[in-house]
C-alpha cells in the first residue's frame, strides 16, 4: 500500500484537486496500525495532552499511537539516517516526529522525509497560510508539504512582578538589569533549544544589519558577524546565576528556579506558558510575561512522516486530526497546553470558531498586539554554526 499511496501523493502533488480522492482509502488502512510518535517528553502538560490525543485517534480511527519521549530531536535525525546508511528502507523505527528548524533541514536535504502528503490531509485547507508564513518556511526552508503544522511559538521572557517593577526590553538593558541584580539571570546551555534560541535572538538584537542571519552561514564572514553577541555574553556571564559557571538544562529548569527565586527572570517559546504553569501551581499568581520591543524570534512548529514508515497511512491520520479545530483548541486551552493554534479563524465554522472564543486567556499571557513583532529565524545552517562556537568558548 505504500507505494500506491506515494504515487498517489506525487500525483497530489501536481493536482491538488484529487485530494479528497483518497482519504477515506487512507483511514480505512489507517485501522489497526500503531504509530511510534517521537516527540519531546520533558514536559508532563506536553505529555498528558499526547496521551489524550492517543486516546481520541484510538477510539476514532481505531490508530494506535505511542509517545516515544525524546530529549533532542536531532537524535531522532540520527537514528532515521542510521537506518537508510543500513539499507532499512521500509519498517522504520520512527512513524511521526515533532520537528522544526535545523532538524527538518537536515531531514529533507538527506531525502529521509514521506511525502509530499500535506495537501491530501482534509484539515489543512484550515490551516491559516495567508497571515502565518512560518507555516510555509521553516527556518527559511520551504516546507514543500514534507510536514503538517501543529503549533505556533514566540520566544517570550517572564518575571516575577512582585520582585522586579520593570523588565528589561532589550538584550542591552538585560545585561543593566544583571548589572544590578547580580545573579538573577541566567539561559539553557545550548544545544539545549531554548538556549540556541536566546543565542539566535541576541544575535539578530545586537546585529548593526542581520540580514545576513537569513542567509546560509559562510565561515569566512561567522566571526565578524557575530563579534556583537561574544561581546555581550563575555560581560553578561559573570554577572549571571553562578557566576555564568553553571547552566541551566532548558526552560523546565529555569520555571523552577523562577518559582524558588533564585533567578528573577526565566523564558518560554509558548506565550501561554506561564498562565499556564501558573494555572497548575508551578509559578505564583505574580509571574507576567513580557517581550522586547523591538521584537522576538517566532515559528511554527510540525510533524513529519520518515521515508521508511511503513505506516504512513495511520501517521497521515494523526497528523490530520492534530491540526483540527477540536485538537488545536483542547491545545491553546491554558489549562492544558496553551500551545498557539496554526489554525485561521475565518475559515472555520461558527460552531468550531466558539471552541477558540471560549477559551481562557491568562493573566500572565499576551495580547496578539501585546506580542508585537514577530523576527524571523534565522537560516537553519546558523544553528550548528553558533552552538560549536559557543561550546568552544563557554563549555566547562
Not at 547552566?247 to 506565550?271: C, H, Q, R, V
Not at 491554558?334 to 472564543?357: N, Y
Request: charged share 20%; aromatic share 10%; glycine share 6%.
Amino acid at each position: 500500500m505504500k507505494r500506491t499511496l506515494l504515487t498517489a501523493l506525487t500525483a497530489l502533488a501536481l493536482n491538488p484537486a484529487f485530494a479528497d480522492l483518497n482519504w477515506p482509502q487512507i483511514e480505512a488502512e489507517a485501522r489497526g496500525q500503531t504509530i511510534n510518535f517521537h516527540a519531546w517528553g520533558g514536559s508532563e502538560v506536553i505529555n498528558d495532552y499526547l496521551q489524550w490525543a492517543a486516546d481520541e485517534v484510538a477510539e476514532r480511527y481505531g490508530v494506535s499511537l505511542r509517545h516515544v519521549k525524546v530529549t533532542n530531536t536531532g537524535d531522532v535525525v540520527s537514528q532515521v539516517l542510521a537506518e537508510k546508511t543500513a539499507g532499512r528502507a521500509e519498517g522504520g523505527s520512527v512513524d511521526l516526529v515533532w520537528i522544526n528548524g535545523e532538524n527538518f533541514a537536515a531531514m529533507k536535504s538527506n531525502d529521509l522525509l514521506f511525502g509530499p502528503f500535506t495537501q491530501v490531509l482534509p484539515n489543512y485547507a484550515l490551516v491559516d497560510t495567508e497571515n502565518k508564513p512560518t507555516t510555509l518556511f521553516d527556518f527559511t526552508t520551504a516546507v514543500d508539504n514534507m510536514e503538517a503544522p501543529w503549533g505556533m511559538a514566540q520566544l517570550v521572557f517572564m518575571y516575577d512582578s512582585a520582585l522586579v517593577e520593570t523588565p528589561p526590553q532589550s538584550m542591552t538593558e538585560l545585561l543593566n538589569f544583571a548589572r544590578n541584580s547580580p545573579g538573577a539571570v541566567t539561559y539553557p546551555a545550548p544545544p539545549s533549544f531554548y538556549g540556541t534560541t536566546f543565542l539566535k535572538q541576541a544575535m539578530l538584537e545586537l546585529a548593526d544589519d542581520p540580514a545576513p542571519f537569513y542567509e546560509e552561514v559562510a565561515e569566512s564572514d561567522f566571526e565578524s558577524l557575530t563579534a556583537p553577541l561574544w561581546a555581550f555574553l563575555d560581560e553578561l556571564h559573570p554577572l549571571m546565576w553562578r557566576q555564568g559557571r553553571t547552566f541551566t538544562s532548558g526552560a523546565p529548569e529555569m520555571k523552577l528556579l523562577l518559582n524558588d527565586g533564585e533567578i528573577s527572570l526565566s523564558l518560554s517559546f509558548n506565550p501561554n506558558d506561564a498562565s499556564n504553569a501558573i494555572a497548575i501551581g508551578e509559578l505564583p499568581e505574580s509571574v507576567r510575561t513580557y517581550v522586547h520591543e523591538g521584537g522576538t524570534i517566532g515559528n511554527t512548529h510540525f510533524v513529519a512522516i520518515p521515508y521508511n514508515s511503513s505506516q504512513t497511512e495511520g501517521a497521515m491520520v494523526v497528523a490530520n486530526f492534530l491540526m483540527s479545530p477540536e485538537a488545536q483548541a483542547r491545545k491553546a486551552d491554558v489549562d492544558v497546553w496553551g500551545d498557539p493554534t496554526v489554525l485561521a479563524m475565518d475559515k472555520l465554522t461558527q460552531s468550531q470558531r466558539a471552541l477558540f472564543e471560549a477559551l481562557p486567556r491568562g493573566a500572565a499571557t499576551l495580547s496578539d498586539a501585546e506580542l508585537g513583532t514577530v523576527l524571523r529565524e534565522p537560516h537553519a545552517s546558523w544553528v550548528a554554526a553558533l552552538e560549536r562556537a559557543w561550546q568552544e568558548r563557554y563549555a566547562n
